[in-house]
């Protein structure tokens, strides 16, 4: 079962921050996050694993609720390079077959 | 230099017609994957290979057909049973559990 993700959307200027979260119905072993830029393939964030534990690429970060089975990445002081949309993957099993949300597309503008 | 090659870009599918869908990966990974994206509806796993000369189904394979017969490739066959095939093909090797992608195939029919 994909994962839910929300906002599908969401506008920010340069300078601002943002949430996306993901949720899944099932337990986790880990989560992933993804980035894609139109046109272009996904792009590997961060790997969360069970346990709580929060990290961070660049200005981005992200943690997770292994008893909530939910997931929250934070744009913190966004760039225009942080335009695109972002995915998370879940893997409830550790085998690497990830499921994936449906998306949520991110616009920063000057 | 390393990476996942897709080919071709773009293909065109008439009716009742089979098509092949390249990937190939020099990274020396075991593992691979193909996903289908639809918008708004995230990468959806059709097919994964965890190693050499066995593949097992994801959670869309009707239609499609795999073969893992070199580490490095793993072809995706569209075959005439799919009957909703228009939609952007993605290939992925993982190590460690993060994924990279190939840059895709945009498969339409005519």
């Known amino acids: 079962q994909q994962p839910v993700q929300s906002p599908q959307a969401v506008i920010l200027r340069e300078g601002e921050d943002a949430v996306i979260n993901c949720s899944s119905s099932?337990?986790?072993?880990?989560v992933h996050w993804y980035r894609q830029k139109h046109g272009e393939a996904p792009v590997f964030l961060m790997i969360?694993?069970?346990?709580?534990e929060q990290k961070g690429h660049e200005k981005i970060s992200a943690s997770f609720n292994e008893k909530k089975q939910q997931s929250s990445l934070y744009l913190t002081a966004s760039q225009l390079s942080y335009s695109g949309t972002y995915f998370c993957g879940t893997d409830p099993d550790s085998w690497g077959k990830l499921q994936f949300g449906a998306g949520t597309q991110v616009v920063v503008t000057p | 230099d390393g990476g996942i090659t897709q080919s071709p870009k773009y293909l065109f599918r008439k009716e009742g017609q089979n098509v092949t869908l390249s990937c190939e990966q020099n990274l020396n990974h075991d593992a691979m994957y193909w996903y289908r994206q639809d918008p708004g509806q995230g990468l959806r796993l059709i097919y994964y290979?965890?190693?050499?000369?066995?593949?097992q189904k994801g959670d869309i394979a009707e239609g499609y057909s795999v073969s893992r017969e070199k580490k490095e490739s793993f072809p995706l066959t569209v075959t005439s049973a799919q009957k909703n095939p228009t939609a952007f093909y993605l290939c992925a090797s993982s190590l460690q559990e993060k994924l990279f992608f190939g840059s895709g195939t945009q498969l339409s029919v005519l």
């Open positions: 290979s965890q190693i050499v000369n066995d593949f």
């Open positions: 969360l694993l069970k346990g709580g």
């Open positions: 099932k337990a986790l072993y880990s």
